[in-house]
């Protein structure tokens, strides 16, 4: 289900010539991309095509060769701290205190940004309800399941009310019931005015939830658009309105 949501006439994320070699490997090759704030973006391609190198470098933890990125007009080589300020990356294997209850995670998390303490508070609440945690509030993380883990790193990430959210396969592992909650979430905090970029195998996801997708290959986009868009790139669109976009994906992807 795509979301409804009114845009800034602003361009949330910039990259504009993003490089990144490890040794002779070219992972990332001149990538140009630019998503407008308000947006659900995905960002896919087969294994080691670059997205999640892309995206480390996006978020500041990761120095590029070559390139630029801006989020919401900040230089994140030259204005780190404004640009993360507005941004949260979630990595598809978050790290978590395991000794730690998650409204103590989440005061610490907050702490790292300077949240007063009873904004914290109040936040952390809101967040735990929302993603079905808070009944599991004084348990210790340790011995959560994988999609109690993934629920309460994602609450980490919005507990300071980013701007752009980075996710790198948020659904990895999640059963049913996990994933909806998340998806929903991310859905109702698209529907705010915020941004959200992603990357995730499971392309059915992607189909229903993202207005635009860029597709990565070889450390480049190559294409990019709706999915009627990239349909009308694909032999997939001929006489076949209503391709998927797991079949517009493998044509656009298929090795030469």
């Known amino acids: 289900m795509k979301t409804e949501n009114n845009k800034d006439s602003g361009s949330a994320l910039t990259v504009k010539g993003l490089s990144k070699s490890f040794g002779a490997k070219r992972a990332v090759d001149g990538l140009e991309l630019a998503i407008p704030a308000g947006e659900f973006h995905a960002l896919l391609g087969p ?28 230089d994140i080589s030259k204005n780190a701290t404004a640009a993360k300020g507005v941004t949260a990356f979630l990595p598809d294997d978050p790290l978590l205190y395991g000794k730690l209850t998650p409204l103590e995670y989440l005061e610490f998390v907050a702490g790292l940004w300077a949240i007063p303490a009873d904004a914290a508070g109040k ?3 809101e967040l735990l309800e929302w993603l079905e945690l808070w009944t599991n509030r004084d348990e210790y993380v340790e011995g959560f399941s994988r999609g109690m883990r993934q629920k309460l790193a994602l609450a980490g990430a919005m507990i300071h009310e980013p ?64 999915l009627d868009e990239l349909r009308s790139r694909t032999g997939a669109a001929i006489g076949a309105g209503g391709a998927t976009l797991e079949d517009v994906f493998l044509e656009l992807t298929e090795p030469a």
């Open 47 to 74: 294994n080691g095509a670059g997205k999640t190198t892309t995206l480390r470098m996006v978020a500041g933890l990761l120095r590029p060769d070559a390139g630029a990125v801006s989020i919401f007009g900040h």
């Open 163 to 226: 701007k752009l959210m980075i996710l790198d396969e948020p659904l990895t592992g999640l059963d049913a019931r996990a994933a909806r909650s998340v998806k929903d979430m991310l859905v109702a905090y698209v529907k705010k005015g915020n941004t959200v970029v992603l990357t995730t195998h499971i392309l059915e996801i992607a189909e229903r939830l993202a207005e635009r997708i860029s597709i990565i290959l070889n450390g480049r986009i190559v294409a990019q658009g709706s």
């Open 123 to 125: 936040r952390a609440k």
